[in-house]
């Protein structure tokens, strides 16, 4: 089977699948009733009897936004292109980002969490596809969690079964701005990777302008990786295992959202939230999140201790009061928050950080728990309401994941390199394409030519159905640039990439014309193939050797797809 544009086969085997619904039962908690927030936020988006997705003030906006393409020069009649294309859409991208925000200013960071945890994408956006409603949806809220407005006693006492009617404007306004800056910015993202198009219609969704359908290839194939993989991945070098039974010293209890689940189909997802609530938690092992900031000592943050901190404390709390039982449901389990009298997690903090004998004792950069408090505040982790603390659990649980700063250079980031090496193989040793035997010795094997000079090593190694994978890892960093889709960001990965699998397709034709170089009894019929892994998904031009298709795989692929294709065997 081979990877066409965009579309991959089923990622996951049935076993993989049974057993992490084995894992869910476990873990998901009784469904609370709808509370009146919930009801009231679902009805006025949705015309009665018909399905049909309403925004009240998207004309508003549109007018607003078209005054705004016009003043900064951008036409919808003019070609976008190159770096200056790319530019003017970063104009009108910020200026739209700015009302969004406004937006987020008129209610407090607390009552936005109350209303965006109360509302499912297929609710708002039920016209549209599923996918493009949560990325729009997603996109929208990304700025709730910046508002600048404080959060009020009287909102924690009423959140339950009040909601004014000037939140649903909000919310309305809110989605208005969100959808039109996600078409520019999906514009300004194709832009960068080398499209021509225009800003078309009232809701400056890209038009595409180029008559070679060349970049639009290699865009349909990018999104359906990423769909495939779960995401673009992470840029740590590391592939986490989050069901952990080590030992006790490096586990953490941390939050997942079932709607987030790769392994679940959506069918399966909208059955089960019929009787549980969204959000469960997960035993995770800290160290498997960044294998290399435990060994080298660079990377831990004041961040990764806060996020460790509180999430070490959420579930003492709801242990306390007998509520980590499977039958006990809560706000937690629901909505993915939960609050805490203010003394009680200050007193917490103030025996200091969690899992000392991995994080220290002592927080880093000699920070005080007032300063603690304001860092987990500023991440909008920890909401000061009243009397209270509401600790977004499932925030605390992202910032925990992106709290590592990976080593740019010297020794400690050649030792993030090669714990990426070792990541590569410990997961493909988690699946059917585990090499046994004799070929377990190919691992990390310097290959020399037959006057003794190496070739290259080989990082990792798997074998399925008569082929031995020989495995390139480069643990490259995207950094927060290319996150964003910047234009100079998005080249030099690509050409990072098309270099990489050049040199190992060069390095993998040597090998095959010596294979005894490989110092080991290949089985009967066995074939060599080489792959390129990286942490990331890489956007990579249709026609280049990184594209080309290596079984259902492209020959540079990240992590999370190779191990997807190899738990589907």
């Given at each position: 089977?081979r990877?066409e544009d965009?579309q991959?086969?089923?990622p996951f085997?049935q076993?993989?699948v049974?057993g ?7 873990a ?7 509370d009146f927030p ?19 003030f998207?004309?508003?906006?549109q007018e ?10 951008v ?6 292109a190159?770096?200056a294309?790319w530019n003017?859409l ?11 925000r406004?937006i987020?200013d008129?209610?407090?960071?607390f009552?936005w969490?109350?209303?965006?945890r ?19 949806l ?7 969690g910046?508002?600048?407005?404080p ?8 959140s339950?079964?009040w909601l004014?009617?000037q939140a649903?404007t ?7 701005v969100?959808?039109l ?8 993202r194709?832009?960068?990777k ?14 595409v ?8 290839r290699?865009?349909w ?7 495939f ?5 992470n ?16 586990n953490?209890?941390t939050?997942?959202?079932l709607?987030?689940?790769d392994l679940v189909?959506?069918d ?12 469960f938690?997960?035993?995770t092992?800290i ?12 990377g831990?943050?004041l961040?990764?201790?806060?996020a ?6 959420a579930?003492?709390?709801l ?8 039958s ?8 993915g928050?939960l609050?805490?009298p203010?003394?009680w ?5 103030e025996?200091?950080?969690?899992l ?5 004792s002592?927080?880093?950069a000699?920070?005080?728990?007032r300063e603690v408090?304001?860092l ?6 920890v909401l ?8 977004d659990?499932?925030?605390a649980t992202?910032?925990l994941m992106?709290s590592f700063e990976r080593?740019k250079?010297?020794?400690?980031a ?8 070792t990541a590569?193989?410990a ?11 004799a ?13 003794g ?6 990082d990792?190694?798997a ?8 495995i390139?890892?480069k643990?490259f960093?995207a950094?927060?640039?290319?996150a964003?889709g910047a234009y100079?960001?998005i080249r030099r990965i ?7 699998s050049e040199?190992?397709?060069?390095y993998?034709?040597?090998i095959r014309?010596r294979?005894?170089?490989?110092g ?8 060599l193939?080489?792959?390129?892994v ?6 990579v031009?249709?026609?280049s050797?990184?594209a080309q298709?290596v079984?259902?795989?492209c ?10 294709v190899?738990l589907r065997?």
């Amino acid at each position: 089977m081979r990877v066409e544009d965009g579309q991959y086969p089923l990622p996951f085997g049935q076993d993989a699948v049974d057993g992490f619904k084995d894992l869910l039962g476990g873990a998901l908690r009784p469904r609370l009733r709808r509370d009146f927030p919930a009801w009231v936020l679902k009805a006025p988006f949705v015309e009665a009897n018909r399905g049909v997705f309403m925004l009240r003030f998207m004309p508003q906006w549109q007018e607003w936004a078209a005054a705004e393409a016009q003043r900064i020069g951008v036409d919808t009649s003019d070609v976008l292109a190159g770096e200056a294309g790319w530019n003017q859409l970063t104009l009108l991208h910020d200026a739209l980002r700015v009302q969004l925000r406004q937006i987020t200013d008129r209610r407090s960071a607390f009552s936005w969490l109350v209303i965006t945890r109360r509302i499912n994408p297929t609710d708002l956006l039920p016209a549209a596809r599923a996918s493009i409603s949560a990325a729009v949806l997603s996109f929208a809220l990304s700025e709730v969690g910046s508002s600048r407005r404080p959060s009020r006693s009287a909102e924690l006492i009423t959140s339950r079964w009040w909601l004014a009617p000037q939140a649903l404007t909000d919310l309305d306004e809110l989605c208005s701005v969100g959808m039109l800056l996600f078409n520019v910015y999906n514009a300004r993202r194709r832009v960068a990777k080398g499209q021509s198009l225009r800003l078309g219609g009232p809701h400056l969704i890209p038009e595409v302008t180029d008559t070679d359908d060349t970049v639009e290839r290699a865009i349909w194939l990018y999104d359906g990786r990423l769909n495939f993989a779960g995401g673009r991945g992470n840029d740590l070098g590391s592939f986490p295992s989050p069901v952990t039974d080590r030992r006790e010293s490096a586990n953490i209890i941390t939050w997942a959202d079932l709607r987030g689940q790769d392994l679940v189909s959506r069918d399966d997802v909208a059955r089960l939230l019929q009787k549980y609530g969204p959000v469960f938690p997960l035993g995770t092992n800290i160290e498997d999140l960044a294998p290399a900031a435990f060994s080298s000592g660079v990377g831990l943050t004041l961040e990764t201790q806060a996020a460790a901190a509180v999430l070490s404390a959420a579930w003492t709390y709801l242990a306390d009061r007998e509520a980590t039982w499977k039958s006990v449901p809560g706000e937690w389990s629901q909505y993915g928050y939960l609050r805490c009298p203010r003394d009680w997690l200050i007193a917490r903090l103030e025996d200091g950080p969690a899992l000392p004998e991995l994080l220290g004792s002592s927080w880093r950069a000699g920070a005080t728990v007032r300063e603690v408090i304001t860092l987990l505040a500023r991440k909008q982790v920890v909401l000061p309401v009243g009397r209270y603390f509401v600790v977004d659990l499932t925030g605390a649980t992202s910032l925990l994941m992106h709290s590592f700063e990976r080593a740019k250079e010297g020794a400690a980031a050649n030792e993030w390199g090669s714990s990426f090496e070792t990541a590569v193989q410990a997961a493909i040793d988690t699946t059917p394409w585990k090499p046994t035997g004799a070929l377990r010795s190919v691992i990390g094997k310097k290959v020399k030519d037959e006057n003794g000079n190496v070739i290259t090593d080989i990082d990792a190694v798997a074998f399925h159905s008569g082929t031995l994978w020989l495995i390139s890892a480069k643990a490259f960093q995207a950094g927060p640039d290319y996150a964003v889709g910047a234009y100079d960001a998005i080249r030099r990965i690509a050409r990072k990439a098309v270099a990489a699998s050049e040199q190992w397709n060069g390095y993998l034709k040597r090998i095959r014309q010596r294979p005894s170089a490989l110092g080991v009894d290949l089985p009967d019929g066995c074939t060599l193939e080489g792959l390129v892994v990286m942490p990331f998904v890489p956007y990579v031009p249709i026609g280049s050797s990184a594209a080309q298709p290596v079984g259902d795989l492209c020959h540079v692929s990240s992590i999370h797809e190779l191990i997807a294709v190899a738990l589907r065997a």
